[in-house]
């Protein structure tokens, strides 16, 4: 397992636009294998953070059903306008908003699959909030649906929020905790504070030196930027 500190605007997989994508830099992380790592999980283009990476199809199979089964526990970071609440969850199923299946956008839809966040507030400056969200379900945009929804959209979020197309998406993936093992403690992983984000949460309260990285856990180091 590899798990690198993915940069915002990267798209994980091709695209029908093309362009560079994370995929075609993976041959550089081998190390020695004969095929490249391959992602275990999504990370959405405008996402930056944890992306965890299997390196051969046995780790690949297994990281994919620990993701599959709701078993990672992980954390995001996101600049949000408004005023959410201290704490709660959030739980409003989602559905596409259209039938094409080349259509990723989704829309709160009683009629579709459950999805449940928590979350809590971490700062608060201006009329936005620093939240930390922890997704129990997996679905696609989830967090940005869910808080758009909620009244507090994700500052730079293009599609459910008011910015403009040149906004940066203000959400991170912070950290993951990976129970890799039955026996043992599971791998703690967290990726700092991304440049683009960082005015933002500096205003609403957030310093380095007050969210210190985890220390390595069974072996695996600390991601760095």
């Not at 959405?44 to 059903?65: E, F, I, P, Q, Y």
């Not at 005023?83 to 989704?106: C, F, K, N, Q």
């Not at 939240?131 to 979020?157: F, Y």
């Not at 990726?191 to 609403?204: D, F, K, Q, S, T």
């Amino acid at each position: 397992m590899l798990v690198i500190d993915k940069p915002a605007g990267l798209p994980v997989h091709p695209g029908p636009k093309g362009g560079p994508t994370l995929t075609d830099r993976l041959d550089a992380l081998r190390f020695g294998l004969p095929r490249r790592p391959e992602a275990a999980h999504r990370l959405d283009r405008d996402t930056s953070g944890c992306l965890v990476l299997g390196r051969h199809a046995k780790a690949l199979a297994r990281l994919n059903r620990l993701f599959a089964d709701g078993k990672v526990q992980k954390t995001y970071w996101a600049l949000v306008e408004g005023s959410p609440p201290d704490e709660g969850s959030i739980d409003l199923a989602l559905a596409r908003r259209s039938d094409d299946p080349r259509s990723w956008w989704m829309k709160a839809d009683p009629a579709g699959l459950p999805s449940l966040t928590h979350f809590r507030v971490l700062g608060r400056a201006a009329g936005r909030a620093w939240m930390e969200l922890r997704p129990v379900t997996g679905r696609t945009h989830q967090l940005r649906v869910h808080c758009s929804a909620m009244g507090w959209p994700i500052v730079g979020d293009a599609i459910y929020g008011s910015a403009g197309r040149d906004g940066v998406l203000q959400l991170h993936a912070r950290g993951l905790s990976l129970p890799l093992y039955p026996k043992r403690e599971a791998i703690a992983v967290a990726a700092p504070a991304p440049g683009h984000m960082r005015e933002g949460l500096a205003a609403c309260g957030w310093s380095p030196a007050e969210t210190p990285l985890p220390q390595r856990t069974s072996g695996l180091p600390e991601i760095r930027s």
